[in-house]
């Protein structure tokens, strides 16, 4: 994949601390780090008299105080692009505090994945228009990393705050068993290109320039995954996950390699879905003459 650090926009990363980003935009990072959140979930703030939180993040104390001296309380909506542990749990005890709505997409899974404290008072709708004060923000569904994830778009900046959908520093987790779909996934990354994008907004990691570079490559590199995949098995005519897993991902070791074979589930649901690939039988999947046996 082509080098994401030429459009990568660096202000520090401060936990629990707001650094400002734009006239409108202010980011205060939660204090979360780890492999699956990078240096941390980026909890925006929308406004300058009233404020829009998006993703307001674990429930940790730290981050909430934060957020309520940052914003002075003054807190209209909390949104979340999903309802992931590490991006929504805030929402309850921010509303709790300040009376503001909470906006986005009910979870409708009974899975231990997601934060069923996420309550939203209204699931917010493709197109729609929140507005506070003179910012407005246009929600744009992008599911892939989950089936249930949205993206807001700032036009008065130029901005996308974009969630999970896309990550700077990391590769997005697409997990088909939790809701997630490379395909959906694939159809939100090119979605968003051409739309007047400026700058994206992760949850996780740095501002991104050039949208349209950014979300071509994560595209492109996503496909050429696929390739090494298919490449992989008919050169070895039958191969069970964990033999391709490591050719595939050759750099992933330790507590991450059960994460390739999740991305391996994501692809093979994609070739399924493209009539590349189709079931044979129990854990088998045909190829053509090749098989690829889902043992890890
Ligand atoms: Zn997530």
Not at 4 to 10: A, D, E, G, P
Not at 13 to 31: E, K
Not at 153 to 161: R, T
Not at 224 to 246: G, H, N, S, Y
Request: proline share 6%; charged share 20%; aromatic share 6%.
């Amino acid at each position: 994949m082509a080098d994401l650090h030429t459009t990568l926009v660096h202000f520090d990363i401060l936990y629990d601390q707001p650094v400002r980003l734009s006239p409108l935009v202010q980011r205060i990072t939660a204090n979360n780090p780890s492999p699956f959140t990078g240096a941390g979930t980026n909890t925006y703030l929308v406004g300058t008299d009233r404020f829009t939180v998006i993703d307001p993040g674990p429930a940790e104390p730290e981050h909430i105080d934060a957020i309520l001296a940052a914003t002075g309380g003054k807190i209209d909506y909390v949104f979340a692009t999903h309802a992931h542990e590490d991006h929504s749990p805030a929402a309850l005890p921010l509303v709790q505090a300040t009376g503001a709505q909470m906006m986005g997409l009910q979870v409708v899974s009974d899975s231990e994945s997601l934060d069923h404290t996420f309550t939203p008072a209204r699931s917010l709708q493709e197109g729609e228009v929140v507005s506070v004060g003179e910012c407005d923000l246009r929600v744009i569904a992008t599911p892939g990393h989950l089936h249930q994830h949205l993206s807001f778009l700032l036009p008065q900046e130029q901005l996308l705050f974009a969630g999970d959908h896309i990550m700077q520093g990391a590769s997005v987790v697409i997990i088909p068993e939790h809701g997630g779909c490379m395909v959906d996934y694939l159809d939100s990354l090119m979605k968003l290109k051409g739309i007047g994008i400026q700058h994206l907004a992760p949850a996780h990691g740095h501002l991104l320039s050039d949208p349209d570079r950014v979300l071509q490559e994560l595209h492109d590199h996503r496909l050429a995954r696929e390739r090494m995949i298919v490449d992989a098995l008919r050169t070895l005519k039958k191969a069970t996950t964990a033999q391709l897993a490591p050719l595939v991902y050759p750099d992933v070791a330790g507590d991450l390699v059960h994460g390739t074979y999740m991305a391996l589930a994501a692809h093979l649901h994609k070739l399924v879905h493209d009539g590349v690939a189709s079931r044979h039988w129990e854990k088998h999947w045909l190829l053509g003459e090749v098989v690829w046996e889902w043992v890890e």
